[in-house]
């Protein structure tokens, strides 16, 4: 069932009062990029970037709040603090932003503007613990909760890029794509992609020839590596189920279609949509796997096949899904390992149907692509009007990472928060150039011999693909034209 995530907000620390009436905490004006801080509720050990430590206090909930330490943070990301001994005041400044707050004090201005808090700084055991959610995001930090665990990770984006540059990461042939180089058609292949928290890029192929027939490859941004973590549904996929009107049944799963992968971050796990190629009233015709070290179905229907390629899959915990079927006008709700039943009913418009689905504050938030709204699916069973969006082009794809919508047109794509709020992300007028040669991670190189072979010159993109959006916030994109694997580097990785 959905839930909801009763926090808000980052962190600040221990600031014991001294005889001094103003003490400042100033760094070498360094300012940190992609630090990973790792904190747990009512837990003294941290961590940043992985190197453990030990807080004099443990993040704790107050009135339903996520109230940090605020000196162990303001360290982590090496911003300038100041307490003031004399009225309590706090003094935070972090990349071009200032925070000023006072314990038990519910205004806070943020770049000289005033906002009210829900619960004000406080001292606890002589430290001084800020609401962490409020604090975070008000210094571009991304905060992610997870409700079962109680642990908190704060992360500092990578900087924008000063120019946009795009990598060639792979060819097809290296890739191991069976069709011919020369006469293989823009995503004859390709169907999805997904992008952990480990630098790993997921991509989904699909035979072209057959549609059950299917290989998952993984590329290494770190190492240029890739391998193929599954050919084709093997045993591992097939499993036992109860039919309603049958009893004990079980399926083959040769019988199924790859469809989509979808990647949580708050889980740090990936997921495979498939559907059969049957349609029957008594034969499974949705699956959604859990893909780890071993595959392990999480859900199904039974019925006629369900597969439109606007459906989305979602889930709040790793144990309860949702996904949509739009041939149906239904979206199912189900428990892990057991059989989904539909949760409601809802009328999409017929034309450029695409649904999308995220979580965020422990709540799910669908783009509706073909009325161009995004909705909150409530407990309730009802779809609830949050806000338009504004684009004005025909919507290819959506890609859904880190509580954003990542909305596709022709030649630009748009960034969409679950307001609504829309900003272009990049479009393909914004890239500087290409850089010559394949991309050598290791040794952070290019190779260009790597082409002297191919017969042509690469060139620009001339339209966009199947693509992820990786952990630092460049797109990964497999570009048919020119039969490469590129990266669009919109961030400084």
């Not at 700084?121 to 995001?137: D, H, S």
């Not at 004859?188 to 699909?206: C, G, K, T």
């Not at 439109?308 to 428990?335: K, R």
């Not at 082009?393 to 794509?413: K, S």
Request: glycine fraction near 4%; charged fraction near 20%.
């Amino acid at each position: 069932m959905l839930y909801r995530v009763c926090v808000i907000f980052v962190a600040f620390t221990a600031m014991l009062l001294n005889c001094y009436t103003l003490t400042s905490y100033a760094n070498d004006g360094k300012r940190s990029v992609g630090v990973k801080i790792q904190l747990t509720i009512n837990d003294v050990t941290a961590a940043v970037n992985g190197q453990k430590t030990t807080l004099s206090t443990p993040p704790v909930l107050l009135n339903n709040t996520t109230m940090v330490p605020l000196r162990f943070i303001a360290d982590a990301l090496k911003a300038d603090l100041t307490w003031n001994t004399e009225d309590q005041s706090i003094t935070l400044k972090y990349a071009g932003h200032s925070i000023q707050l006072s314990i038990d004090n519910r205004i806070v201005r943020i770049d000289n503007q005033s906002k009210a808090l829900e619960q004000p700084a406080v001292i606890m055991n002589n430290t001084t613990l800020v609401p962490l959610r409020f604090i975070a995001e008000n210094l571009n930090q991304t905060v992610t909760f997870n409700d079962e665990t109680k642990s908190i990770i704060i992360t500092t984006p990578h900087p924008r890029a000063a120019e946009i540059r795009v990598d060639n990461l792979m060819t097809a042939s290296n890739m191991g794509f069976t069709n011919n180089f020369f006469l293989e058609r823009p995503n004859v292949n390709v169907i999805s992609m997904a992008s952990d928290q480990h630098n790993l890029i997921y991509i989904l192929e699909r035979n072209a020839a057959s549609e059950m027939s299917f290989i998952l490859r993984v590329y290494n941004e770190v190492t240029g590596e890739m391998k193929v973590m599954y050919s084709g549904f093997d045993q591992s996929f097939n499993f036992d189920y109860r039919d309603p009107k049958f009893g004990e049944q079980h399926i083959n799963a040769s019988i199924l279609s790859p469809r989509k992968l979808v990647y949580d971050s708050k889980l740090d796990m990936l997921y495979l949509m498939a559907t059969s190629s049957f349609s029957s009233d008594t034969s499974v015709s949705t699956v959604i796997y859990e893909i780890a070290s071993n595959v392990r179905m999480m859900t199904y229907t039974i019925g006629k096949t369900t597969y439109h390629p606007g459906n989305f899959m979602v889930t709040p915990d790793g144990q309860h899904f949702y996904f949509s079927d739009i041939l149906h006008d239904h979206i199912y709700a189900g428990e892990s390992g057991q059989q989904a039943n539909v949760f409601m009913s809802f009328t999409p418009d017929k034309e450029n149907v695409k649904l999308a689905a995220i979580m965020n504050d422990g709540k799910m938030f669908v783009l509706d692509v073909s009325k161009q709204s995004i909705f909150e699916l409530e407990e309730s069973g009802n779809l609830r009007f949050v806000a338009p969006i504004d684009i004005k082009e025909e919507i290819l794809r959506v890609y859904e990472d880190n509580e954003t919508f990542y909305v596709e047109g022709q030649r630009q794509i748009w960034e969409v928060k679950t307001t609504g709020e829309t900003q272009p992300y990049f479009g393909l007028k914004d890239i500087a150039a290409y850089n010559t040669g394949l991309y050598l991670p290791k040794t952070n190189t290019y190779d260009a011999s790597a082409f002297a072979n191919m017969g042509f010159s690469f060139g620009g993109m001339l339209s966009f693909n199947v693509f992820a959006i990786n952990q630092h916030g460049n797109v990964v994109m497999y570009d048919g034209s020119y039969h490469l694997l590129r990266r669009i580097n919109v961030y400084n990785q």
